[in-house]
Nanobody
Framework: QVQLVESGGGLVQPGGSLRLSCAAS?????????AGWFRQALGKEREIVAAIRWNGGSTYYNGIAKGRFIITRDNAKNTVYLQMISLKPEYTAVYYC???????????????????WGRGTQITVTS
């Protein structure tokens, strides 16, 4: 399985922006990959935030992400990005990058569908 390495998290004030990166290490995202960003708040289960099909770049967003987050991928850099704007304190969580075989959109593409994971990056939104 390809190894994933996230970066870009940190401390941000409400209304601020961040861009997360997820780079493939020791391998590449294949054309049949679906990659996604998940978040896990303290005491809660990991949930999908956004997903992208490597082939074609079509995207999915859950409710909290629509209008605030944009997921993109860079084929040449083997990297998936999550641009986040207008952040709120309730978005505080550890954000994980996951990847697995191409599938239908969530709920089919979920935690169990990802064979590769990064270690996560903490985002804390606070004033």
């Amino acid at each position: 399985q390809v190894q994933l390495v996230e970066s870009g998290g940190g401390l941000v004030q409400p209304g601020g922006s961040l861009r997360l990166s997820c780079a493939a290490s020791g391998g590449t995202f294949s054309i049949d990959t679906m990659a996604g960003w998940f978040r896990q708040a303290l005491g809660k289960e990991r949930e999908i935030v956004a997903a992208i099909r490597w082939n074609g770049g079509s995207t999915y967003y859950n409710g909290i992400a629509k209008g605030r987050f944009i997921i993109t991928r860079d084929n040449a850099k083997n990297t998936v990005y999550l641009q986040m704007i207008s952040l709120k304190p309730e978005y505080t969580a550890v954000y994980y990058c996951g990847a697995g075989p191409n599938s239908s959109w969530p709920p089919s593409f979920d935690v169990s569908a990802c064979g590769s994971w990064g270690r996560g990056t903490q985002i804390t939104v606070t004033s």
